[in-house]
């Protein structure tokens, strides 16, 4: 059950991924990458990470598609420009074969499920996911938590003084 | 473990099927006698002037990257609140700490007038 579940979500979200780069309306690219977005936070529930699931829908499915869309509306693109070249076609390629072989080989080195963390479903199941990363957020990662306000702070008087007419 | 989920999942097919249906059936059952007038795009009863994709204005684009970073403000808060008791004065402070930062930001923003719509 839980493994034709998986197959179909992920059948769609490569499907979406797929038409994100054959769309040739930009606007339609973007919405196929929310449905991209939504098929990974699936992913994401069904790895036991339900936080992680609601961020995914939150920030990215909600915010950051709003700043893409934004900006292809900005910059009015109605349909994708530039041809394809020969360059371009011989060095996509050529990384593609290249990340497929990176794949094959560390495959071929280890096991195909990896090793597993520290944490399993049991833990989980009885702490709780979300206060599973509070816990190591507020505590281990103290410093990079509040670091991240300093990031956001320079994110946000960059917008400001990029986008401003008169600062 | 996808049993808790269930009830999303049936709410996304009703909701998949409400609107992939109405078009449908109305495509059905639906009188077609289409006139010029009747293929317009309906634009609150006006005439529509121009194209509906022009160049939008940068405003928007700023209000956006504000409304993402205050986002991610939030979304940090959502564990804080789960651990709020565990964490005790300690996780306050920290949390204290974070959202002033933030705020001098917010201050920055409105004190330079980025939240006007000019």
């Known amino acids: 059950m839980e493994t034709l579940f998986f197959s179909i979500v992920a059948a769609i979200a490569i499907l979406m991924s797929i038409l994100v780069i054959r769309c040739k309306n930009p606007i339609n690219s973007a919405l196929s990458l929310i449905m991209t977005f939504f098929c990974l936070a699936t992913l994401y529930v069904m790895l036991e990470a339900p936080f992680m699931a609601a961020i995914q829908v939150i920030v990215y499915a909600g915010a950051i598609m709003v700043l893409i869309v934004f ?3 900005l910059l009015n693109i109605r349909t994708e420009s530039g041809r394809r070249t020969q360059h371009a076609l011989f060095l996509g390629a050529a990384t593609g074969l290249f990340l497929l072989f990176q794949t094959w080989y560390f495959l071929s080195r280890s096991s195909l499920t990896g090793a597993k963390g520290a944490i399993d479903s049991a833990a989980i199941a009885k702490v709780g996911h979300t206060e599973l990363i509070g816990q190591s957020l507020f505590t281990e990662f103290l410093l990079p938590f ?6 956001l702070l320079a994110a946000i008087v960059g917008a400001v003084v990029l986008a401003k007419k008169k600062v | 473990m996808l049993g808790a989920y269930l009830p999303i999942i049936v709410l996304l097919v009703v909701a998949a099927c409400f609107g992939l249906g109405s078009v449908v059936v109305s495509s059905l059952v639906g009188q077609k006698k ?27 684009y700023l209000i956006a990257m504000l409304f993402i970073l205050f986002d991610i403000e939030c979304v940090f808060l959502y564990p804080w609140a789960v651990l709020f008791k565990r964490l ?9 700490v974070f959202v002033v930062i933030l705020f001098v930001g917010y201050i920055y923003v409105w004190k330079k007038g980025a939240l006007e719509w000019e």
């Open chain 2, 34 to 60: 289409l006139s010029p007038v009747k293929l317009q795009p309906y634009e609150c009863g006006c005439e529509p002037v121009g194209s509906a994709q022009e160049r939008f204005s940068i405003k928007f």
């Open chain 2, 88 to 96: 005790g004065v300690f996780g306050l402070i920290e949390m204290g």
């Open chain 1, 71 to 73: 900006v292809i509306m």
């Open chain 1, 146 to 151: 509040e670091i991240t306000s300093i990031l």
